[in-house]
């Protein structure tokens, strides 16, 4: 992919990025609910006593995920058909029915296929959460700062977690998706050398991938080559972390 090609493909994704977890989401949808009819956010907060900028993200969120939309002009929301199927859900604590309904509507969300493409090739591998929030902000072409990414690593991770896509251990995710499968060369043609086990590897879909050899003092020398704010600082901490975890458990069996 050319840059010009990279540039396109940035301004053209459109990638869900809700700030809020599924309390938000779950108070959304229960606020347009008992609405009624079309309602703005400075509305529903009042009729639910919540913040106005929490309500506005919570419905934000809720429309990311295809259970509410615009309602004739912006600002003014009502619920979609899976959106008033999930808050009947709500109402009557079918918090089950609630959860398969979620992780339909995300599997067959546009908006979401990134997010999926990356839990299904983690393979269930444990994973920062913020290794998440950087494959999308590299791929919107964005340069969030460090609360942003916090803040969307925890809503993703509380969404996902509530339709039953990730299994949170010690603030990391392990997606319950069954790993993407790798395509198959054609016929007469040489597959990929595989990456060597001795290096670290750090890609965002095609666009582009860096590797490093799997060390301390290679980490630790890239992460100097980077910002601070870049969206390889999470990766690298949490390689670190692994390596020194693998280096601690080594030590203890010698």
């Known amino acids: 992919m050319t840059t010009e090609e990279h540039k396109k493909y940035r301004k053209t994704t459109k990638i ?6 599924i309390d938000g989401v779950n108070h959304a949808v229960r606020a347009l609910r008992a609405y009624k009819e079309p309602a703005s956010y400075k509305d529903l907060a ?9 309500m506005s993200q919570s419905l934000s969120a809720s429309r990311d995920l295809g259970l509410t939309e615009y ?8 619920l979609t058909s899976d959106g008033e199927e999930y808050g009947r ?10 959860k398969e309904l979620l992780k339909k509507v995300i599997l067959d969300n546009p908006l979401w296929s990134e997010i999926v493409r990356f839990l299904r090739m983690s393979g269930g591998q444990e994973r920062d959460p913020l290794l998440l929030v950087g494959d999308i902000e590299g791929k ?5 700062s460090p609360s942003m990414r916090n803040g ?36 007469g043609e040489m597959p990929p050398p595989p990456m060597p086990e001795e290096y670290l590897e750090f890609s965002i879909g095609d666009s582009f991938k860096v590797l490093v050899r799997k060390d301390m003092d290679s980490l630790g020398f890239f992460e100097d080559q980077v910002k601070e704010n870049s969206i390889f600082a999470p990766w690298i901490k949490h390689e670190k972390r692994k390596l020194e975890k693998a280096s601690f458990e080594k030590g203890d069996q010698d």
């Open 140 to 144: 919107l072409g964005k340069r969030w």
């Open 16 to 21: 869900a990025t809700p700030s809020v977890g």
């Open 71 to 78: 309602a004739g002009k912006r600002g003014f929301y009502r």
């Open 46 to 54: 009042k009729g639910a006593g919540l913040h106005p900028v929490y």
């Open 152 to 187: 969307y690593a925890n809503a993703y991770m509380s969404i996902l977690e509530f339709a039953g896509l990730v299994r949170v251990e010690g603030g990391k995710i392990v997606s319950q998706l069954p790993r993407e499968a790798e395509e198959k060369p054609e016929k």
């Open 89 to 98: 859900f709500l109402s009557y604590g079918q918090e089950s029915d609630c």
